[in-house]
């Protein structure tokens, strides 16, 4: 992993990502063999806050630069599915009446990554014009939605323009354990292979 642009000052990490972004090499999917164009941008949980307003920042940037970024927020799709439902005032209302273990079933069965997000998040995508996504709100949403099984979710659905997952952890490499997301450098989400680090990536 590139430590330097991961710790670097917030102004340099949003100009190579833009950089990233708007070149020729990302946008028509060059240099990643056969894999999905799934990327992870890794920073440190305490930078939540920071982050959220780079990603917003980045988007108004990058539709000046003629790139129109379709934002999926986990939270916000969760809410959704929920609100669909029925259950999520109810779920708010009464969380301290429920343990924590109760809750998390409650809201994975509500929010089931093969059944109810992906086919959720496939309608986005379909009813937007964009050259590339972001995912986000993957803390908020854990551990009820591992960032994991979302992407092998969206392997099928969003193979066709670059998914970038901003991701408040560590995404790590290692020729004895392979590849890893390390949620808020902590909690070993699970192991996924099939991601690169955009900050590896040449501008």
């Keep these: 992993m590139n430590r330097g642009l ?61 790139i129109h970024v379709l934002e999926i927020n986990l939270y916000d799709v969760a809410k959704e599915l929920a609100d669909e439902m029925g259950d999520w005032d109810f779920w708010i209302e009464n969380e301290a009446n429920h343990d924590k273990e109760e809750l998390k079933e409650a809201l994975q069965s509500l929010t089931d990554a093969e059944s109810k997000l992906a086919p959720a998040i496939e ?22 939605i591992r960032s994991h099984t979302v992407l092998n979710n969206l392997q099928r659905i969003a193979k066709d323009r670059p998914t970038i997952m901003f991701f408040p952890g560590d995404y790590s490499h290692s020729l004895e354990e392979g590849a890893s997301l390390d949620l808020f450098g902590r909690l070993r989400d699970d192991k996924y292979y099939r991601a690169f680090n955009l900050y590896e990536r040449e501008t």
């Design 123 to 144: 309608a986005k995508i379909q009813a937007a014009e964009f050259e590339v996504m972001f995912l986000t709100g993957i803390g908020e949403v854990f551990p009820y």
């Design 6 to 66: 991961q710790t670097a000052p917030i102004p340099d990490r949003f100009e190579h990502i833009r950089k990233v972004i708007c070149s020729q090499r990302f946008q028509r999917m060059e240099g990643i063999g056969n894999e999905v164009p799934f990327f992870v941008v890794p920073y440190c949980p305490t930078e939540e806050n920071v982050m959220q307003g780079l990603q917003q920042t980045l988007i108004k940037r990058l539709k000046k630069d003629g």
